[in-house]
């Protein structure tokens, strides 16, 4: 759960910076991937590693992203709700639904960010302050070339040792993508001063712009594709 006082968050706050710091990496390339098209077009990607909030605002801000939604994968409908999920038992994991122009951004690199900035993909069923299996890392793939290129990517990070520790996320195949309620979107955004969102998620974001400047999107160009 993140609703935390102010004297919790910031004693967390020293481990949570160093954990945001053993995280963040400026990764390779996919060695396999997919081809920019030839024209304008949207793709679908779900992915999961701890608070919906942050993955949010990091894959906002990715040039070549239409919109994101905080949801909800991997378990039933009946229970895509965020009280049921917040308990860790019914199979959920804290998602985000990104759509992006394949014209303009990869799934590869989209991957690269994930696991670059958006979250430490060595942590099993957490990520900083946050624990249990709604916060664990988990790709969703759309489709067989998804799949492929997220397996391939994983074994190449392994391969390089780009992270202290093995990767641990998991992949299966997206069933369905639950929204989430609507005071949990765009939460990084409309509450930048909140402690939580100061200590945990804006270094994702000022790390995806020092470390990829050439995929980051500024926040006037978040804000207009939303508009």
């Given at each position: 759960?993140?609703?935390?006082?102010?004297?919790?968050?910031?004693?967390?706050?020293?481990?949570?910076?160093?954990?945001?710091?053993?995280?963040?990496?400026?990764?390779?390339?996919?060695?396999?991937?997919?081809?920019?098209?030839?024209?304008?077009?949207?793709?679908?990607?779900?992915?999961?590693?701890?608070?919906?909030?942050?993955?949010?605002?990091?894959?906002?801000?990715?040039?070549?992203?239409?919109?994101?939604?905080?949801?909800?994968?991997?378990?039933?409908?009946?229970?895509?709700?965020?009280?049921?999920?917040?308990?860790?038992?019914?199979?959920?994991?804290?998602s985000v639904k990104v759509e992006f122009d394949p014209s303009v951004v990869s799934y590869g690199q989209l991957l690269k960010v994930y696991f670059g900035v958006a979250h430490d993909p060595?942590?099993?069923?957490?990520?900083?302050?946050?624990?249990?299996?709604?916060?664990?890392?988990?790709?969703?793939?759309?489709?067989?070339?998804?799949?492929?290129?997220?397996?391939?990517?994983?074994?190449?990070?392994?391969?390089?040792?780009?992270?202290?520790?093995?990767?641990?996320?998991?992949?299966?195949?997206?069933?369905?993508?639950?929204?989430?309620?609507?005071?949990?979107?765009?939460?990084?955004?409309?509450?930048?001063?909140?402690?939580?969102?100061?200590?945990?998620?804006?270094?994702?974001?000022?790390?995806?712009?020092?470390?990829?400047?050439?995929?980051?999107?500024?926040?006037?160009?978040?804000?207009?594709?939303?508009?």
């Amino acid at each position: 759960m993140r609703t935390r006082s102010l004297a919790t968050l910031f004693t967390l706050a020293a481990l949570t910076a160093c954990s945001a710091t053993a995280s963040t990496a400026n990764l390779p390339d996919p060695t396999y991937d997919t081809a920019k098209t030839a024209t304008h077009a949207t793709e679908t990607a779900v992915l999961a590693g701890g608070c919906f909030w942050g993955l949010q605002s990091v894959f906002e801000h990715v040039h070549g992203v239409k919109q994101v939604w905080a949801g909800y994968s991997g378990g039933a409908a009946s229970t895509a709700h965020y009280d049921d999920v917040s308990d860790g038992n019914t199979g959920h994991a804290e998602s985000v639904k990104v759509e992006f122009d394949p014209s303009v951004v990869s799934y590869g690199q989209l991957l690269k960010v994930y696991f670059g900035v958006a979250h430490d993909p060595t942590e099993l069923n957490r990520q900083g302050p946050d624990t249990g299996t709604q916060y664990r890392s988990e790709i969703f793939f759309t489709n067989p070339q998804q799949q492929k290129i997220a397996q391939s990517y994983i074994a190449q990070l392994n391969a390089a040792k780009v992270f202290n520790g093995s990767i641990v996320t998991q992949l299966q195949p997206l069933n369905a993508f639950y929204e989430a309620e609507s005071y949990h979107q765009d939460y990084a955004r409309t509450h930048p001063d909140e402690p939580y969102i100061v200590i945990n998620d804006a270094p994702k974001v000022a790390a995806l712009k020092q470390l990829y400047p050439s995929l980051y999107q500024p926040e006037e160009a978040v804000v207009d594709v939303k508009l």
